[in-house]
């Protein structure tokens, strides 16, 4: 199932490597991660320690190149994020409840990256926090998605692409539950 799902991507990694891999990590990653991991796992092209190396550099350029958008062009960064007032409001809340912590998880929170990095940077936020946290939220993101395509392979992938699809429908239903559960307290 996966080769099936996944070949072009695959295709990709086994005919760029590394090359591949550091790009996909600047534009974020998470399949190619765990693609990677999977092939690491059966020998092929990449090692596991060598894929948390290219991925956390590549993310860290990424980041930075966003962030100091959001820093050096403030005016164009606005208008990205007043063009997606949802992805505004919710990076706004996030800052707002974690503060800078929300640099190591929000790469974990789908649909916040960009908008958290572009609102940091436009506040004038510390290149130096900045860099202790993402160091920090870089390398997790990496080990994490690294490894679940290394130990669990076709399965993993397979739940993470039907949770990018079916995200929504699930964050939905689990609100529903917790409100259920909250009226029976009451």
């Known amino acids: 199932m996966i080769l099936k799902f996944f070949s072009y991507p695959i295709s990709l990694l086994l005919a760029h490597g590394y090359l591949a891999l550091f790009i996909w990590s600047i534009l974020e990653g998470e399949i190619g991660l765990m693609l990677a991991g999977w092939l690491a796992h059966q020998g092929k092209v990449f090692t ?18 966003t962030f100091s ?20 409001d919710i990076a706004q809340k996030l ?11 929000e790469r974990f929170i789908y649909g916040t990256h960009i908008p958290v990095m572009l609102t940091l ?20 993101w990496a080990v994490t998605f690294t490894s679940i395509g290394f130990y669990l392979g076709d399965t993993a992938i397979q739940i993470v692409v039907l949770l990018q699809k079916k995200l929504l429908a699930l964050l939905v239903f689990i609100l529903f539950v917790l409100w259920i559960f909250k009226l029976q307290k009451e």
Request: net charge positive; glycine share 10%.
């Open 48 to 65: 596991f320690e060598n894929i948390i190396i290219v991925a956390f550099i590549g993310a860290l350029i990424g980041d930075t190149f």
């Open 69 to 88: 958008v959001g820093r050096f062009f403030r005016k164009r960064a606005l208008a990205w994020l007043n063009a997606h007032p949802q992805k505004k």
């Open 95 to 105: 800052i707002k409840k974690y503060g800078s912590l929300i640099i190591i998880f």
């Open 121 to 140: 940077g436009m506040s004038g936020y510390s290149y130096v926090k900045f860099y202790i946290y993402e160091v920090i939220g870089v390398f997790l």
